[in-house]
């Protein structure tokens, strides 16, 4: 008969940390690869125009694309290190709401840190918040050259990944303002027909 239990060594305790720290590092480096390449464009180019610095064999097109996927991959690699991060820290502390946390389970918990993370990052593009400690930036994906910008933008990611409720609360709370405010539109009535009108079509 087949053995269906995890190993020992493939289940999350508080004495076997190393290896899951290890494939959750592993799993933030796969994903933020666009970043890491767009880091090493920016030091092997050159001609510095602006605030930003275009390769001279790139088109701007193709750079601006470049851009936004290390944007939005760095955003990933944060949320899932803190959803990492998290669940960790609470099977360490004997918090863990899952009895057996397998190797499985840590990347399906970074996955999901890193959506909540992109969705939140999606929402201050939308500028549905702002406020002095989020991050704003026009165009938003220049945010990379703003380093107050770009820092606020990951510490977030990054606490959209830790508190597993957060983003879902602030999804929340937008879904009711938007409902509040289209309750306090005023509602135009049905435009009426004249008798004379209804006469003069018969």
Not at 15 to 37: D, Q, R
Not at 56 to 82: K, M, N, P, Q
Not at 110 to 137: K, Y
Request: hydrophobic fraction near 50%; aromatic fraction near 10%.
């Amino acid at each position: 008969m087949a053995n269906n239990e995890a190993s020992p060594s493939s289940i999350l305790g508080n004495g076997n940390t190393a290896p899951f720290i290890s494939v959750a590092l592993g799993y933030c480096l796969l994903i933020s690869l666009p970043f890491i390449v767009f880091l090493l464009i920016q030091a092997l180019s050159s001609g510095p125009q602006g605030e930003k610095t275009i390769p001279g064999w790139l088109s701007e097109t193709t750079y601006v694309v470049i851009v936004r996927l290390a944007l939005f991959s760095a955003v990933l690699c944060f949320g899932a290190l803190g959803s990492a991060i998290s669940l960790i820290s609470r099977v360490r502390n004997g918090e863990a709401l899952l009895p057996v946390v397998t190797v499985h389970e840590l990347i399906s918990v970074q996955t999901i840190g890193a959506v909540f993370a992109l969705v939140l990052s999606l929402i201050f593009m939308g500028n549905l918040i702002a406020g002095s400690i989020f991050p704003s930036w026009d165009p938003f994906y220049t945010i990379v050259y703003s380093p107050p910008a770009f820092a606020k933008l990951l510490v977030w990611s990054f606490i959209a990944g830790f508190f597993e409720r957060f983003v879902p609360h602030m999804l929340d709370n937008l879904s009711k303002r938007a409902d509040e405010q289209e309750d306090e539109q005023p509602r135009l009535p049905f435009p009426r027909k004249d008798v004379s009108d209804e006469k003069s079509e018969s």
